[in-house]
């Protein structure tokens, strides 16, 4: 009988779901509506929520986004690591002078849906045996260096039409990967494509940063010249998140010492799917005092320059992008830097850089973009005035954002 007792017992708890059943998830439904008051369209335009303005009384999780039938590719960004959404975003296009409502469902479900990828990131350590091992975060102390032993010297990260790469040390430059056509490469290149790779129209590195700023890389300035980070209690560099709607990356130097000041300064640099360009979020541990930085484009060998002396400087020109001018060619590339120009100081520039120096006093940070071309790209630009004439447009396209309002539905 207690046999009996005991099966009866196990097919009941195996009828109801194998176990203790689980707790039900918390759910809210919110309608988005955004608008682009701009008279041209808008595409792949980012969607960005603030999970705590949300005020949903639980952690949320996971998202589900719709546009009236149809799931919209979304995911949701945990970007300080307490395992907490912090921000749910999605890519949309919108025509010109129009608004568009979605609906989006919240959840403290800890499985997010998954959605194919239109952005990839990756960080990788090399270990004793040439094994690439990858990692997400990586600290060091200020007087270590561990250039040589990540793969591509830092993380890289990609859209369908280009790929960035952050270096891992006092530089901190943006580096660069043109690319033939559309897609996602990095995966399969990691940043350096073996001849049959290249012989497919793989791309590949397209510029040579030297000590320069590359493209849009912040520095420091003395003056008369960019300086890089350093001195530094400590470098930290870490991929946030890793698609399927958007990379973010951030580059963390804690404890600088610059110009009578102790900073700990975290650049963020933030790609999404469609784009060419990259948002770059500056922050600080404090208020700024009276600091002051530099940034905007190199100088390219056998190049040409444009500025609107507002906050915009861009570049075209032509070199070698590694030492090694006898396997690789030579590589045309175009790149802009557009800053917000209440943050702008003076237009400067220095042996290698064409720069803006830049300050945000009482502020804890700023925002600004970048982006380029290279012209072996079948879907970019081949002379620097169709270049520089994009810029300026870009410039527009960015100073008249969507504008977002959300409701709650109960």
């Known amino acids: ?4 007792l005991f099966y009866a017992a196990l097919l009941f708890v195996v009828l109801c779901g194998y176990g203790i059943p689980a707790v039900r998830a918390e759910e809210k439904t919110f309608t988005v509506t955004v608008t682009n008051e701009w008279n041209h369209p808008r595409e792949n335009e980012p969607v960005v929520l603030d999970v705590q303005s949300l005020n949903c009384g639980f952690d949320v999780t996971s998202a589900i986004v719709t546009d009236e039938e149809n799931e919209i590719p979304s995911q949701s960004d945990d970007l300080d690591g307490d ?4 921000e749910i975003v999605f890519v949309i ?9 979605f609906r989006v469902t919240v959840s403290s479900d800890r499985k997010p849906k998954e959605y194919p990828s ?4 990756e960080m990788l350590v090399s270990d004793r045996n040439g094994k690439h091992v990858p990692v997400s975060s990586l600290t060091i102390p200020g007087t270590s260096d561990i250039y040589n032993q990540l793969h591509h010297h830092g993380p890289a990260f ?14 901190q430059t943006v580096d660069l990967y043109g690319k033939f056509n559309r897609g996602l490469e990095i995966k399969e290149s990691q940043f350096y494509p073996t001849d049959e790779q290249l012989a497919r129209g793989f791309g590949d590195d397209v510029l040579r940063v030297g000590s320069s700023c590359g493209l849009g890389t912040l520095k420091g300035w003395d003056g008369a010249k960019a300086t890089h980070i350093e001195p530094v209690v400590s470098r930290t560099e870490s991929i946030r998140a890793y698609g399927p709607v958007r990379t973010v990356v951030d580059v963390l130097a804690d404890g600088w010492e610059y110009q ?7 650049v963020r640099y933030i790609l999404y799917a469609g784009h060419r360009d990259c948002e770059v979020q500056v922050s600080f541990g404090r208020p700024l005092k009276q600091e002051v930085f530099a940034t905007g484009v190199q100088k390219i060998a056998d190049g040409v320059s444009f500025s609107d002396h507002k906050g915009l400087v861009a570049c075209w020109g032509t070199d070698w992008p590694v030492n090694d001018t006898v396997k ?7 790149l802009a830097t557009c800053l917000p120009q209440e943050i702008v100081r003076s237009e400067i520039a220095d042996k290698v850089n064409g720069l803006y120096q830049v300050s945000a006093t009482g ?3 700023f925002t600004y973009h970048i982006m380029f071309t290279s012209m072996k790209e079948t879907f970019g630009y081949k002379t620097p005035e169709a270049w520089f004439d994009y810029s300026e447009k870009w410039k527009e396209y960015l100073s008249h954002p969507c504008k977002v309002a959300i409701k709650r539905k109960d």
């Open 1 to 4: 009988m207690k046999r009996n």
């Open 83 to 86: 395992l907490i959404v912090d």
């Open 93 to 101: 296009g919108l025509p010109a002078s129009s608004a568009k409502t």
């Open 118 to 121: 239109r952005v990839f990131a």
């Open 158 to 171: 990609e859209s369908e039409w280009v790929a960035y790469r952050i270096y891992f040390d006092r530089k």
């Open 260 to 266: 009578s000041s102790v900073l700990r300064m975290r």
């Open 328 to 334: 690789y060619a030579k590589e045309t590339v175009g």
């Open 363 to 365: 502020k804890r940070g």
